[in-house]
């Protein structure tokens, strides 16, 4: 279990670095454009991951992962106010949900947890976070093409997947080697 926790540490850093690559590329305002009024803004999707990580990962082992203070409905109102208050938010979310995932030991993986009443192992509910985040980093990058100016690309160019490939075979071709 402590390989499976150092890969989904490792993946959840990995979604936060593309989605914190997606912010740089844009303006202020730009986190906060709607398409239209059913969808979200960055801002509104950054304010539901917060509420749902403080919700989730806030004393993660003992108290079910819907707090009674969570206001899930209110995470989908444009509240914050500018990029400070943005990026504020984002952090602590993740600092939660990062702090908790360390914090496990190998005591831990045979425990069970609560989502909304609903029972769960440790692995199942890293495992759902694990889809619910990516989910909304897609979200994330899609606004941020189509509003950014000139996109720089967060993983393979258009275009460049061979090259791309290349450089990794020769990566690993000479990591291997050592």
């Not at 059913?38 to 707090?67: C, P, Y």
């Not at 199942?124 to 690309?153: C, F, T």
């Amino acid at each position: 279990m402590e390989d499976y926790l150092k890969s989904a540490i490792k993946q959840f850093e990995y979604h936060k670095g593309v989605a914190e690559r997606t912010f740089e590329q844009l303006r202020d305002e730009d986190l906060f454009w709607q398409y239209n009024e059913e969808s979200n803004s960055i801002a509104i999707i950054v304010q539901h991951l917060h509420g749902n990580m403080l919700s989730r990962w806030t004393d993660f082992l003992t108290t079910d992962g819907d707090k009674p203070w969570r206001d899930r409905d209110g995470e989908f109102e444009q509240n914050i106010s500018n990029r400070k208050e943005f990026l504020q938010k984002w952090n602590e979310g993740w600092n939660c949900l990062l702090s908790a995932l360390k914090a496990l030991t190998p005591d831990d993986w045979g425990k069970t947890v609560y989502i909304r009443h609903e029972p769960h192992k440790v692995v199942d509910a890293i495992n759902r976070q694990l889809a619910h985040v990516p989910y909304h980093i897609g979200q994330i990058v899609l606004i941020g093409k189509m509003r950014a100016e000139h996109w720089k690309s967060l993983t393979v160019p258009k275009g460049q997947s061979k090259q791309f490939y290349q450089q990794m075979a020769d990566k690993y071709r000479t990591n291997n080697s050592k």
